[in-house]
């Protein structure tokens, strides 16, 4: 079973465009949900992140949009750029428990120069 | 962040063998995950290290197709053992300073299995 759901699997946008990736939860006791970046042959990096205490957060050009009623979270490139073309990954964590963390299913983002 | 290294960064095996991969952290942490990400896919948690203790492995991982040892704070192999092709993936560690503080990622491990 899918703990986060994420969407869409792949992406393409043209340089200075808006990059939108949505992910989903249903467990009610996430309670901390990161975004990672992957480029080919790495590792995933820590993008940014987000508590469900507040609802949004910007960092830079990446903003993460909460909504804890819907169980929904979703990150949003602003002027995307073409280094900006990688996978990212959703994922969601229950820090206060055992902290693993569950993963959505990747976006692949292109960003068409 | 701490600094995360893996070795071997890939590698060709046979199937039948095993292979063990290292995990080095540059500064002591808490935690300590294995994580496995089959081509093009995902990540799926294998196993929590714990150090001094038995690790805790997620359902469909056992201890005897993925021993896992973690003797200090800042070091943890990961053995696939009895290689199959199914076993082809990106084997990657993960640490976490403090049990509420975010994971972050090593450049994985490539294993091929023929």
């Known amino acids: 079973q899918q703990q986060v759901k994420q969407s869409p699997q792949s992406l393409i946008v043209q340089k200075g465009g808006i990059s939108i990736i949505n992910c989903a939860y249903e467990?009610?006791?996430?309670?901390?949900f990161p975004w990672y970046q992957q480029f080919p042959g790495k590792g995933p990096a820590l993008l940014i992140a987000i508590r469900p205490d507040v609802s949004e957060k910007k960092e830079g050009r990446f903003t993460i949009s909460f909504n804890k009623s819907a169980k929904q979270f979703s990150l949003h490139i602003m002027d995307s750029q073409p280094g900006d073309s990688a996978t990212y990954f959703c994922a969601a964590t229950h820090q206060t428990g055992a902290n693993n963390l569950f993963f959505g299913t990747g976006t692949r983002l292109t960003v068409i120069p | 962040s701490a600094v995360i290294s893996q070795k071997p960064s890939r590698d060709i095996c046979q199937r039948g063998t095993s292979l063990t991969i290292q995990c080095q952290v540059d500064?002591?942490?808490?935690?300590m995950f294995w994580y496995r990400q089959q081509p093009g896919q995902s990540l799926t948690l294998i196993a929590t290290a714990n150090q001094g203790s038995e690790a805790t492995y997620e359902s469909g991982f056992v201890i005897d197709k993925f021993p896992i040892s973690r003797p200090n704070l800042t070091f943890s192999t990961l053995t696939v053992s009895n290689m199959s092709p199914e076993d082809s993936s990106i084997y990657l560690c993960?640490?976490?300073?403090?049990?509420?503080?975010?994971?972050?990622f090593g450049p994985g491990t490539r294993l091929l299995v023929l």
């Open positions: 467990n009610t006791a996430f309670d901390y």
């Open positions: 500064s002591q942490v808490t935690m």
């Open positions: 993960s640490v976490a300073t403090s049990f509420q503080e975010t994971q972050y």
